[in-house]
């Protein structure tokens, strides 16, 4: 079965700006979201990961060509130029059109400034010769300037399209004689209208479209990903404010000619901009008595008070403690009609910096202390916490295993950076957490993944991270390592016994801590959910968060759990409770019995590997069939298969945390 494409890749490695990498990630995570998740990756990623299958766009950024050819000559750009002629697709800015050209001409003659040769990629057949405008410095934005395209309307025919516009231009090139190349499958989508600096050869081409096999590849001179919201209108720079000024008058022109590009390369592309969210309020609140005053106690130690307002201020991010009564009437009516709820940071400048580039971690995190009751609805319209309690209470009243706690704390924000990194990244609160304190949000801007990986997560998704606290002393029966399996046996399982009539719920697990279900629109085995573990060794224990994001309400990017048709929709409330308190039993067995025969049978009937034959890259391409996993480390155990598939004897181990599982393809591979 094919996966479904829902990666966009965006090169971060060398050779690209900073600059560049963030103006590309927030122009298509605004017109490809919740459809895709818009990740960067590094040239290891690139030439190590298997990330083809589920790529549905790499993208190239600005910055300069030669080291991208120094990270991807080879290998690297083997493994690209395959993937688009097998049907992916390749877009490239500025630096990356130079790269995806048959030859790049930069600046011939100057000896400051050239750079000459031929180019491994050559989805564009010709040469891209650079500079079409005069005035380039590198790290710099003093030749940069508003240059005017001519669109395609014959190459471009979805869409809302401009006849011109303006675009950010800062050393890009013209793809010379483009015209004369249209046999080979090149179209012209935009040229340049002034008077250029370079010999253009026949037309003047500044974006074209390269069919490449089964694929393509579009390549744009001109930057048309930057928004001149992100751009400096205060630099002293002569004349670059009147440059930001004119990109800002034909923004939307821009916009809509960017969002043909990626509907001509078969994305589907958000009929709205996906304006950037801002963080909401923080809400503590637990199921116990005195569940908020114990932690506040625990965390009094590292509070501190300026101007008569307490914050705690962690290694990652800062937090401003509040009473309930200090959330005003005013955020309540803006949250009841429908406008951007609890908006944190100033409010005067919040309107102005809404659709910009947010250092989220530098933003201020508002966290609303709940005493005896938690959050009302009017609060927290999207996450209801009495039915979360209720729900909490009533699984935990029917199980058989001791209450490990697992939700009797929360926090929950209707927008949060990730809930992972929350409590992960932020070790001095981490330390003084209970066991089972859960963090849960609606919406998630900088959800973590395993390895480069990123889990999408728009609203509908369940997502939300808890607390172990692991004994060290329990390692030789029970090692920290199976924390990642018992997660994921608590998802299939709550699914499961969510209520009476879901045990038929077509969920399977992919090793090590996947999710997956049958699309049934397209009979394809996709991703719905994915778990991230991070442990500390901390004094006499390990402290874990375990991450978890699963699709359930939400229709995109994959599938949903509620697409799969059960007897009654899933509510996240409920099934989040669900899942912790199958995890908290699972979890109670396994510190006494260790990952015994019980676990065992029961990861191998809800995972997806059970005798199939896999190609061991790293081990030379041996093929072996997978036999199941170790139940002293939770290695996975593959039998080496000789000729006519027969087996030898040896048996090969491999690490989770070493080795990534392609499954439609039947790889396992090293990870680096």
């Given at each position: 079965?094919?996966?479904?494409r829902?990666?966009?890749?965006?090169?971060?490695?060398?050779?690209?700006?900073?600059?560049?990498?963030?103006?590309?990630?927030?122009?298509?995570?605004?017109?490809?979201?919740?459809?895709?998740?818009?990740?960067?990756?590094?040239?290891?990623a690139?030439?190590k990961e298997?990330?083809?299958?589920?790529?549905?766009?790499?993208?190239?950024p600005?910055g300069a060509?030669?080291?991208?050819?120094?990270?991807?000559?080879g290998?690297?750009?083997?493994?690209?130029?395959?993937?688009?002629?097998?049907?992916?697709?390749?877009?490239?800015?500025?630096a990356?059109?130079?790269?995806?050209?048959k030859?790049?001409?930069?600046?011939?003659?100057?000896k400051k400034?050239?750079?000459?040769?031929?180019?491994e990629?050559?989805?564009y057949?010709?040469i891209?010769?650079?500079?079409?405008?005069?005035?380039?410095?590198?790290?710099?934005?003093?030749?940069?300037?508003?240059v005017?395209?001519?669109?395609?309307?014959?190459?471009l025919t979805?869409?809302?399209?401009?006849?011109?516009?303006?675009?950010?231009?800062?050393?890009?090139?013209?793809?010379?004689?483009?015209?004369?190349?249209?046999?080979?499958?090149?179209?012209i989508?935009?040229?340049?209208?002034?008077?250029?600096?370079?010999?253009?050869?026949?037309?003047?081409?500044?974006v074209?479209?390269?069919?490449?096999?089964?694929?393509a590849?579009?390549?744009?001179?001109?930057?048309t990903?930057?928004?001149?919201?992100?751009?400096?209108q205060?630099?002293?720079?002569?004349?670059?404010?009147?440059v930001?000024?004119a990109l800002?008058?034909?923004?939307?022109?821009?916009?809509?000619?960017l969002?043909a590009?990626?509907l001509?390369?078969?994305?589907?592309?958000?009929?709205?901009?996906?304006?950037?969210?801002?963080?909401?309020?923080?809400?503590?609140?637990?199921?116990?008595?005195?569940?908020?005053?114990n932690i506040?106690?625990?965390?009094?130690?590292?509070?501190?008070?300026?101007?008569?307002?307490?914050?705690?201020?962690d290694?990652n991010?800062?937090?401003?403690?509040?009473?309930p009564?200090?959330?005003?009437?005013?955020?309540?009516?803006?949250?009841?009609?429908?406008?951007?709820?609890?908006?944190?940071?100033?409010?005067?400048?919040?309107?102005?910096?809404?659709?910009?580039?947010?250092?989220?971690?530098?933003?201020?995190?508002?966290?609303v202390?709940?005493?005896?009751?938690?959050?009302?609805?009017k609060?927290?319209?999207?996450?209801?916490?009495d039915?979360?309690?209720?729900n909490?209470?009533?699984y935990e009243?029917?199980?058989?295993?001791a209450?490990?706690?697992?939700?009797?704390?929360?926090?929950?924000g209707e927008?949060?950076t990730?809930?992972?990194?929350?409590?992960e990244?932020?070790?001095?609160?981490?330390?003084?957490?209970?066991?089972?304190f859960?963090?849960t949000?609606?919406?998630?801007?900088?959800?973590?993944?395993?390895?480069?990986?990123?889990?999408v997560?728009?609203?509908?998704?369940l997502?939300?991270?808890?607390?172990?606290?692991?004994?060290v002393s329990l390692?030789?029966?029970a090692?920290?390592?199976?924390?990642?399996?018992?997660?994921?046996?608590?998802?299939?399982e709550?699914?499961?016994?969510?209520?009476?009539?879901?045990?038929?719920?077509?969920v399977?697990?992919?090793?090590?801590?996947?999710?997956?279900a049958v699309?049934p629109?397209?009979?394809?085995?996709v991703?719905?959910?994915?778990?991230?573990?991070?442990s500390h060794?901390?004094?006499?224990?390990?402290?874990?968060?375990?991450g978890?994001?699963?699709?359930?309400?939400n229709?995109?990017?994959?599938?949903?759990?509620?697409?799969?048709?059960?007897?009654?929709?899933?509510?996240?409330?409920?099934?989040?409770?669900r899942?912790?308190?199958?995890?908290?039993?699972?979890y109670?067995?396994?510190?006494?019995?260790?990952?015994?025969k019980?676990?065992e049978?029961m990861y191998?009937?809800?995972?997806?590997?059970?005798?199939?034959v896999?190609?061991?890259?790293?081990?030379?391409?041996?093929?072996?069939?997978?036999?199941?996993?170790t139940?002293?480390?939770?290695l996975?155990?593959a039998?080496?298969?000789?000729?006519?598939?027969?087996?030898?004897?040896?048996?090969?181990?491999l690490q989770?945390?070493?080795?990534?599982?392609?499954?439609f393809?039947g790889?396992?591979k090293?990870?680096?």
């Amino acid at each position: 079965m094919a996966t479904k494409r829902m990666n966009v890749l965006v090169y971060s490695g060398n050779g690209c700006t900073v600059e560049a990498v963030r103006h590309c990630v927030y122009s298509l995570r605004r017109l490809l979201s919740p459809n895709y998740a818009v990740i960067s990756v590094d040239g290891n990623a690139i030439i190590k990961e298997p990330w083809t299958a589920s790529c549905a766009l790499l993208v190239f950024p600005g910055g300069a060509d030669l080291g991208y050819c120094r990270t991807l000559n080879g290998e690297g750009n083997r493994r690209i130029s395959q993937y688009v002629e097998r049907g992916g697709s390749y877009m490239g800015f500025c630096a990356g059109a130079y790269y995806g050209s048959k030859r790049c001409e930069f600046e011939e003659g100057n000896k400051k400034l050239e750079v000459m040769g031929d180019r491994e990629l050559a989805f564009y057949p010709g040469i891209c010769r650079g500079l079409a405008f005069p005035g380039f410095v590198y790290h710099s934005e003093e030749g940069a300037r508003a240059v005017e395209l001519k669109v395609s309307k014959t190459g471009l025919t979805k869409g809302s399209l401009p006849d011109v516009f303006r675009s950010y231009y800062n050393g890009g090139g013209v793809f010379v004689d483009a015209p004369k190349f249209q046999e080979k499958g090149v179209e012209i989508l935009a040229s340049y209208t002034q008077d250029l600096k370079a010999d253009p050869g026949e037309g003047t081409a500044a974006v074209v479209y390269c069919k490449v096999g089964d694929g393509a590849a579009v390549l744009t001179s001109p930057h048309t990903e930057f928004a001149a919201v992100n751009l400096d209108q205060e630099s002293d720079i002569d004349g670059y404010a009147k440059v930001v000024e004119a990109l800002s008058e034909d923004d939307k022109q821009r916009t809509d000619f960017l969002k043909a590009c990626l509907l001509k390369l078969g994305l589907k592309v958000s009929q709205e901009n996906t304006a950037v969210p801002s963080l909401s309020r923080l809400h503590l609140s637990s199921m116990l008595p005195n569940g908020t005053s114990n932690i506040m106690a625990g965390l009094k130690e590292i509070v501190s008070i300026v101007d008569g307002e307490e914050y705690i201020k962690d290694e990652n991010d800062t937090f401003h403690l509040e009473k309930p009564s200090a959330w005003s009437l005013g955020s309540l009516a803006q949250a009841l009609n429908g406008e951007t709820s609890e908006k944190t940071g100033d409010d005067d400048d919040a309107d102005d910096d809404e659709d910009r580039f947010i250092d989220y971690n530098a933003i201020v995190k508002r966290l609303v202390v709940h005493g005896k009751e938690p959050p009302v609805s009017k609060e927290t319209p999207y996450f209801n916490h009495d039915a979360f309690y209720a729900n909490l209470k009533h699984y935990e009243s029917n199980s058989q295993e001791a209450n490990a706690g697992f939700g009797n704390n929360v926090l929950y924000g209707e927008v949060v950076t990730s809930t992972n990194t929350l409590l992960e990244k932020n070790t001095e609160i981490l330390r003084r957490l209970p066991a089972g304190f859960t963090a849960t949000a609606t919406v998630q801007v900088a959800g973590r993944g395993r390895g480069s990986n990123v889990w999408v997560s728009p609203a509908g998704s369940l997502m939300f991270s808890t607390v172990v606290r692991h004994p060290v002393s329990l390692t030789s029966h029970a090692p920290v390592v199976f924390l990642q399996y018992l997660a994921a046996l608590a998802i299939v399982e709550g699914i499961k016994t969510y209520d009476v009539g879901y045990k038929s719920m077509q969920v399977k697990l992919k090793w090590p801590n996947d999710i997956y279900a049958v699309d049934p629109v397209s009979n394809n085995l996709v991703k719905i959910g994915g778990i991230l573990v991070n442990s500390h060794y901390d004094s006499s224990e390990f402290l874990s968060v375990i991450g978890i994001g699963l699709n359930t309400t939400n229709a995109a990017p994959t599938t949903s759990l509620n697409a799969l048709k059960p007897p009654l929709p899933f509510t996240l409330e409920k099934l989040l409770a669900r899942i912790l308190t199958t995890f908290s039993a699972l979890y109670s067995k396994f510190v006494r019995t260790g990952f015994d025969k019980s676990f065992e049978q029961m990861y191998y009937r809800h995972w997806l590997h059970t005798d199939q034959v896999v190609t061991l890259e790293a081990e030379g391409g041996v093929r072996a069939r997978i036999k199941g996993i170790t139940r002293d480390w939770g290695l996975l155990l593959a039998e080496e298969l000789g000729w006519e598939d027969r087996a030898t004897g040896k048996i090969w181990t491999l690490q989770s945390d070493s080795n990534s599982f392609d499954f439609f393809k039947g790889l396992v591979k090293r990870k680096v």
